[in-house]
């Protein structure tokens, strides 16, 4: 990514997030997400290996006057693995408490 500093690009293996334009790449290849799809992502992959509540994860990132329920979370998560490909594995399921990105930053 041309004319981003490094720092605002989190990469694990070949998944590229960049924090100054709201992009993701795999392998060089742009992924489209929605905004909110993009902002659990980020939120995700920000906080490597660090397990989140649906409930943590719904104040963080839809913010507090967000009235949906729970499973927003994990609606939004099943889209974001679709989308990942290869790397959907990297958010892991915690059962009965919420989910963790694996994979820390490079």
Known sequence: ????????VVRVGSLAVN???Y???????????TH???ELLKF???HPGRVF???ALLSRVWGFDY?????????HVRRVRAKLGEHAARI???RSVGYRFEGGAS
């Open 1 to 8: 990514v041309r004319g981003v500093p490094d720092d605002d």
């Open 19 to 21: 924090l100054a334009t």
């Open 23 to 33: 992009q993701v790449a795999i392998d060089g290849r742009p992924i489209d997400f």
């Open 36 to 38: 909110m799809e993009y």
């Open 44 to 46: 995700l992959v920000t």
């Open 53 to 55: 509540t649906r409930e």
């Open 67 to 75: 009235y949906g329920g729970a499973r927003t979370v994990d609606v």
């Open 92 to 94: 892991k399921t915690v």
